[in-house]
Structure formats: structure tokens, C-alpha cells
């Protein structure tokens, strides 16, 4: 979909579809209210003759409707005008979305960031949009037989803004959203992928793809002999028990001058989750294939920060392969040594995303960051205590941590602060190496995060379980493409401050 801002203060373009919003109080607009006044106030009749209430999210399409500038006009219910805000209206673009493409109509102008009752500036009203669309947009990768889906036909949406200021605003909105919803897409299709084809040397070759089309971008894809050499230790105890080879990606983008240390994304890839020797019960086991979701959402970040070409300098980690059982797999017991030279002794193969992001802090520490934040589907204790709304934050930085959880508020890709420290430590005590792997199951999202914490002392670090909000279950089963929109906003007001 092709997106541009027009001015249009008098809402009088002309398209396939022009989108108006109705409050369910009746109340148009100023755009609205001009629509409506050239076909004769139909929109305000079928209001009160109750055959449109305005309910958030409804639609009703109307087809050459005498007098218009467009051969169709869309009604999207707003609900109540008390109640509207950034969510109510991310809720009215994607049905928006979802009505357009049931349409005939291959472009459209919308008047609702325009005449929204809401306090957003352009730039959020126009970002919103480009996302919603083209996450309303978003197919599965199709590995069914029969008719391939045919996409939307809806090919370019004009948002109509007040003045040229707005516009230019809202221009800059729909090319960060469409980059954003970009990189989501691409996280969501490497989680959506069955883990017999989204193995870690498949994340390796995706990711070696993605630095071809960037000049900007540097990957590199180490294999197992290259792992041994780093004595990641700690990744290679949790990779051993697969026939699939582990793999180490690192991409670095250079967005701003040698001298500005870089932001790190590390991401959790493990590609299956068994469970290992501490083998998962059945049900739902198919769901450990959005294990690497961390690992997605920093490469869809990435490809977000490269499309907007953000003055940031990035480099994303990835630490990926499989957790399986077999004769030669890390068993309960073993003491495995990390690349921090810091022994675990590893009573449960289940916590392995812990075991192989620490080896990525160490790793990280390397490109002297400013700031670390990795990214996992780290604990089902997390999704326990936060469900699918928000993500867990911990942190050993307030600042950064502060700085998260607002990026998480203005992109709607919410995150929640969760506390770790000595208190938690006390519960991965080991009389066999320096640390258990696990703490018990009081506190499980949190005994996790302080289980990192060990590797990421003096670094400016922050840690995202994104466990509940990764994926879907149920009907809707697929990957979110969360946090991708959270990391993009974050990078965005670095790159905006340094
Ligand atoms: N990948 C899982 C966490 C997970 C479980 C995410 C369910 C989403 C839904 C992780 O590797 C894991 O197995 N964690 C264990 C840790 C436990 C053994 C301390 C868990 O949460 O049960
Ligand atoms: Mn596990
Ligand atoms: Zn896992």
C-alpha cells in the first residue's frame, strides 16, 4: 500500500472511498459533516433512523451516494467522543482496514485522523494509520495448497490533514509506520514459520538477506567452531542436544558517526523449545516455535531502523538454535561454564533462554554499548503475571528503563517494570557452581531476569520477556509482531536526542 498526506481542509478529494467517522452520540466532524452535507445528510439520517449507531468499530459502506466526491463513503463507528482515544481509534482504523478491503475500491482518502477528537499530533495519528493498515494487511506465510488469497486491492490511501503543516507531519508518520509495520511483518513471518523451516541456520540466512539489501548493514553469521572459540560455554550446553547447528548472528548498523557507542538488541532464537531432558508436557508444545519471537522482533527492528534510516548506531544479536533432548543434551545437573568464565549449574533444560542470552550479554560487551535490551520469550511465569498486554521490563538502569516503558506508552506496544536484585538472587543459589539456572517457581519471570542481571553488571541493560505478548493463542494463533513497534520507538527518541 502506497500512503501520502494531502492537505485537504475543506474535505472536498476525490477517491474510490472517502472514510468518515460517526461518533454514537451522532456527532460528525468538521470533514464528516462537510461529506455529509453534499449527499444530502445521510449519514446524519441514518443515524437517526438507527440503521448506523456509531458503535466503535461498526461500518457501513455507502455506494454512489448522490452528490459525492468519491464513488463510495465509508461510516466508521467511533463510539462514545468521552471514551475516544489511541486505542479507540487504532480499534476504528483497523476496521476501517478490514471494510476497505472488502470493497472494490483501490484507493481511498480518510478523514478521520483529521477530524479525531484526540490528543495526538499528526505525526501519531498518521503513524497509526500506516500501521493499522498494513497490520490489517499482514497473511500468514501460505504453505496451503489450493487458491493462493488474493491481496487487498486497496493500493494507496491519501490521508487528508487541515494544512500543510499537518500534512508534513503526518508524511513523516506514514513512512515511520509503514517501516515499523514492516519490520513487524518481517518478525511475524519468521515466528509464523513452522520451526522445520525457521531453524537457526534459516534465521542466519534471513537475517545475511536483509544486510544485502542495506548498504548500511554489516552481518555476520558465526557458526558452531566460531562459538566454541568465544567459549559460550553456557549457548553451546543448551544447542547440543540438536542435529541443527547453532548459530550466532550479529548485524551492525551504522547510522551515525564511529564514535557514538552503540545501541544493542539481543534476541532470544531458539527456533523449538522441548524443553530439553526437562521435556514440556504435550500440550501446546507447538506453540515453542515462537520461541525466537525475541530474536524475530530485533531483527524486524533493525529492518524498521534501516528503512527509516535512523542517525543511531545498532547492532542486533541473535543467539539461536534448538532445545531438544537426546543422548548427548545437557541434562539437570550439569555445570556448564560461560563465556563470562561464571559456572550454572543446570537443574532445569527448560530455562535455556536465560543460559544463552547471558553468553549474548558477554558477547555484547564487545561493541561498548550505550545501552543493552534484550528480548525473549523468557518465562511462563511472565505471561502469569501480566497476561498479553504488557511485556515485562527489568532493568538495572532506571533511566533506561524509564525511557522503555514510554517508548512502549507512545508506540501502544506496552511494557510493565518488575523488580529483580539480591532478594531473588538468594533463590539461584547453588552449592555446586556460581548459580542454578532456576530459582523456584515463586517470582519465575523475576528469579530470570536477575539470573541475566549476573552478566550484565556495569552495562546500562534492560531485559524484555515477552512471553505473553509474542504471540497468540487459540483462534488467532500467530505471532504479534510485538515488541517490534516498542524498539522502533525507543530508537527513534535516541536518535532524536543524540
Ligand atoms: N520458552 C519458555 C517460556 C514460555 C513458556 C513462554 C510458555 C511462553 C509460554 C522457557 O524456555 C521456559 O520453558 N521457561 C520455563 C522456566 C522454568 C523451567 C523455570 C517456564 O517458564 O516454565
Ligand atoms: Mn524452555
Ligand atoms: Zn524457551
Redesign the pocket.
Given at each position: 500500500m502506497e500512503f501520502k498526506a494531502t492537505v485537504d481542509p475543506r474535505a472536498q478529494q476525490a477517491a474510490a472511498c472517502a472514510v468518515i467517522g460517526v461518533y454514537d452520540d451522532g456527532f460528525l466532524g468538521e470533514a464528516a459533516r462537510r461529506v455529509d452535507t453534499r449527499i444530502g445528510g445521510l449519514a446524519a439520517k441514518l443515524y437517526s433512523a438507527r440503521d448506523f449507531a456509531g458503535k466503535l468499530g461498526d461500518t457501513l459502506l455507502l455506494v454512489r451516494p448522490t452528490g459525492a466526491k468519491s464513488s463510495r463513503v465509508l461510516l466508521v463507528g467511533l463510539g462514545a467522543k468521552r471514551k475516544f482515544g489511541p486505542k479507540q481509534y487504532r480499534k476504528a482504523l483497523q476496521a476501517t482496514a478490514q471494510a476497505l478491503f472488502k470493497t472494490g475500491a483501490t484507493d481511498a482518502v480518510i478523514y478521520l485522523a483529521m477530524d479525531a477528537e484526540l490528543d495526538l499530533d499528526p505525526y501519531r495519528r498518521a503513524r497509526a494509520v500506516a500501521e493499522s493498515f498494513e497490520a490489517q494487511g499482514y497473511r500468514i506465510p501460505d504453505l496451503k495448497s489450493g487458491p493462493k488469497p488474493k491481496p487487498p486491492r486497496l493500493r494507496s490511501v491519501s490521508l487528508a490533514m487541515p494544512d500543510a503543516r499537518a500534512a508534513k507531519s503526518a508524511q513523516q508518520g506514514l513512512a515511520d509506520g509503514v517501516a515499523i509495520a514492516a519490520g513487524a511483518a518481517f518478525s511475524r513471518d519468521l515466528a509464523n514459520l513452522p520451526p522445520n523451516v525457521c531453524t537457526p541456520t534459516y534465521l542466519g540466512t534471513r537475517a545475511i538477506a536483509l544486510g544485502k539489501e542495506h548498504r548500511r548493514v554489516k552481518v555476520s553469521v558465526l557458526g558452531e567452531r566460531q562459538i566454541k572459540a568465544l567459549k559460550m560455554g553456557s549457548f553451546l550446553a543448551v544447542a547440543r542436544g540438536s542435529t541443527e547447528p547453532p548459530r550466532l548472528i550479529v548485524c551492525e548498523y551504522r547510522g551515525a558517526g564511529a564514535g557514538t557507542p552503540p545501541i544493542c538488541l539481543l534476541g532470544k532464537g531458539?527456533t523449538f523449545?522441548s524443553?530439553g531432558i526437562?521435556l514440556?508436557d504435550p500440550p501446546a508444545m507447538d506453540?515453542?516455535k515462537f520461541?525466537m519471537s525475541g530474536a524475530a522482533s530485533v531483527l524486524g527492528a533493525l529492518r524498521a531502523v534501516v528503512e527509516m534510516q535512523l542517525p543511531v548506531n545498532l547492532v542486533v544479536i541473535v543467539a539461536t538454535c534448538e532445545n531438544m533432548p537426546a543422548g548427548n543434551a545437557v541434562k539437570p545437573a550439569d555445570v556448564v561454564t560461560t563465556m563470562s568464565g561464571q559456572t550454572v549449574e543446570v537443574l532445569?533444560t527448560?530455562?535455556?533462554?536465560r543460559l544463552i542470552l547471558c553468553d549474548a550479554i558477554t558477547y555484547s560487551r564487545r561493541f561498548k554499548p550505550a545501552a543493552v535490551v534484550d528480548v525473549a520469550?523468557?518465562?511462563?511465569?511472565c505471561?502469569i503475571a501480566l497476561g498479553n498486554h504488557y511485556s515485562g521490563l527489568m532493568s538495572n538502569d532506571d533511566a533506561l528503563a524509564n525511557e522503555i516503558l514510554a517508548a512502549g506508552e507512545r508506540a501502544e506496544d506496552r511494557a510493565w517494570r518488575m523488580p529483580i536484585g539480591e532478594d531473588y538472587a538468594e533463590q539461584l543459589k547453588s552449592n555446586f557452581a556460581d548459580f542454578a539456572n532456576?530459582g523456584g517457581r515463586e517470582g519465575?519471570a523475576l528469579t530470570?531476569a536477575t539470573f541475566l542481571s549476573k552478566f550484565a553488571t556495569d552495562l546500562s541493560w534492560a531485559h524484555l520477556d515477552i512471553?505473553g505478548t509474542a504471540w497468540l493463542g487459540g483462534a488467532q494463533k500467530g505471532s504479534t509482531g510485538r515488541p517490534v513497534a516498542l524498539l522502533a520507538d525507543f530508537l527513534i527518541e535516541r536518535a532524536r536526542r543524540t
Amino acid at each position: 500500500m502506497e500512503f501520502k498526506a494531502t492537505v485537504d481542509p475543506r474535505a472536498q478529494q476525490a477517491a474510490a472511498c472517502a472514510v468518515i467517522g460517526v461518533y454514537d452520540d451522532g456527532f460528525l466532524g468538521e470533514a464528516a459533516r462537510r461529506v455529509d452535507t453534499r449527499i444530502g445528510g445521510l449519514a446524519a439520517k441514518l443515524y437517526s433512523a438507527r440503521d448506523f449507531a456509531g458503535k466503535l468499530g461498526d461500518t457501513l459502506l455507502l455506494v454512489r451516494p448522490t452528490g459525492a466526491k468519491s464513488s463510495r463513503v465509508l461510516l466508521v463507528g467511533l463510539g462514545a467522543k468521552r471514551k475516544f482515544g489511541p486505542k479507540q481509534y487504532r480499534k476504528a482504523l483497523q476496521a476501517t482496514a478490514q471494510a476497505l478491503f472488502k470493497t472494490g475500491a483501490t484507493d481511498a482518502v480518510i478523514y478521520l485522523a483529521m477530524d479525531a477528537e484526540l490528543d495526538l499530533d499528526p505525526y501519531r495519528r498518521a503513524r497509526a494509520v500506516a500501521e493499522s493498515f498494513e497490520a490489517q494487511g499482514y497473511r500468514i506465510p501460505d504453505l496451503k495448497s489450493g487458491p493462493k488469497p488474493k491481496p487487498p486491492r486497496l493500493r494507496s490511501v491519501s490521508l487528508a490533514m487541515p494544512d500543510a503543516r499537518a500534512a508534513k507531519s503526518a508524511q513523516q508518520g506514514l513512512a515511520d509506520g509503514v517501516a515499523i509495520a514492516a519490520g513487524a511483518a518481517f518478525s511475524r513471518d519468521l515466528a509464523n514459520l513452522p520451526p522445520n523451516v525457521c531453524t537457526p541456520t534459516y534465521l542466519g540466512t534471513r537475517a545475511i538477506a536483509l544486510g544485502k539489501e542495506h548498504r548500511r548493514v554489516k552481518v555476520s553469521v558465526l557458526g558452531e567452531r566460531q562459538i566454541k572459540a568465544l567459549k559460550m560455554g553456557s549457548f553451546l550446553a543448551v544447542a547440543r542436544g540438536s542435529t541443527e547447528p547453532p548459530r550466532l548472528i550479529v548485524c551492525e548498523y551504522r547510522g551515525a558517526g564511529a564514535g557514538t557507542p552503540p545501541i544493542c538488541l539481543l534476541g532470544k532464537g531458539i527456533t523449538f523449545d522441548s524443553g530439553g531432558i526437562s521435556l514440556k508436557d504435550p500440550p501446546a508444545m507447538d506453540e515453542m516455535k515462537f520461541d525466537m519471537s525475541g530474536a524475530a522482533s530485533v531483527l524486524g527492528a533493525l529492518r524498521a531502523v534501516v528503512e527509516m534510516q535512523l542517525p543511531v548506531n545498532l547492532v542486533v544479536i541473535v543467539a539461536t538454535c534448538e532445545n531438544m533432548p537426546a543422548g548427548n543434551a545437557v541434562k539437570p545437573a550439569d555445570v556448564v561454564t560461560t563465556m563470562s568464565g561464571q559456572t550454572v549449574e543446570v537443574l532445569n533444560t527448560d530455562a535455556e533462554g536465560r543460559l544463552i542470552l547471558c553468553d549474548a550479554i558477554t558477547y555484547s560487551r564487545r561493541f561498548k554499548p550505550a545501552a543493552v535490551v534484550d528480548v525473549a520469550t523468557l518465562t511462563g511465569a511472565c505471561v502469569i503475571a501480566l497476561g498479553n498486554h504488557y511485556s515485562g521490563l527489568m532493568s538495572n538502569d532506571d533511566a533506561l528503563a524509564n525511557e522503555i516503558l514510554a517508548a512502549g506508552e507512545r508506540a501502544e506496544d506496552r511494557a510493565w517494570r518488575m523488580p529483580i536484585g539480591e532478594d531473588y538472587a538468594e533463590q539461584l543459589k547453588s552449592n555446586f557452581a556460581d548459580f542454578a539456572n532456576v530459582g523456584g517457581r515463586e517470582g519465575g519471570a523475576l528469579t530470570a531476569a536477575t539470573f541475566l542481571s549476573k552478566f550484565a553488571t556495569d552495562l546500562s541493560w534492560a531485559h524484555l520477556d515477552i512471553a505473553g505478548t509474542a504471540w497468540l493463542g487459540g483462534a488467532q494463533k500467530g505471532s504479534t509482531g510485538r515488541p517490534v513497534a516498542l524498539l522502533a520507538d525507543f530508537l527513534i527518541e535516541r536518535a532524536r536526542r543524540t
